[in-house]
Nanobody, 118 residues
Framework: QVQLLESGGGSVQAGGSLRLSCAAS????????MGWVRQAPGKEHEGIAT???????SYADSVEGRFTISKDSAKNSLYLQMNNLKAEDTAMYYC????????????WGQGTQVTVSS
């Protein structure tokens, strides 16, 4: 059974940084496309960063240049370094794995809250 466990969320002032981590179990992260998805209050899910099995990465325009996705296959972990945070980055952040052809993910974590105060 695939399990994804996020950590590292919290409250920070605008301009600050946070690093999210996702510990994966039940599969080998190096074989999977993984990503981070967020959902702000009253809004739909937004895929913000993806990394595939070859290490190719992509970002949503809203976070390009501020966020960095990475993974450590030896630790079966995924990370999201978030710099220059803005109030609009406030959301629940989900780790996800197993990219689908429709642009979604097969497996999801429970989420970690990020709150940015201006």
């Amino acid at each position: 059974q695939v399990q994804l466990l996020e950590s590292g969320g919290g409250s920070v002032q605008a301009g600050g940084s946070l690093r999210l981590s996702c510990a994966a179990s039940g599969y080998t992260s190096s074989n999977f496309c993984m990503g981070w998805v967020r959902q702000a209050p009253g809004k739909e899910h937004e895929g913000i960063a993806t990394i595939n099995s070859a290490g190719w990465v992509s970002y949503a325009d809203s976070v390009e240049g501020r966020f960095t996705i990475s993974k450590d296959s030896a630790k079966n972990s995924l990370y999201l370094q978030m710099n220059n945070l803005k109030a609009e980055d406030t959301a629940m952040y989900y780790c996800a794995a197993g990219c689908t052809a429709a642009g979604g993910y097969k497996f999801w974590g429970q989420g970690t809250q990020v709150t940015v105060s201006s």
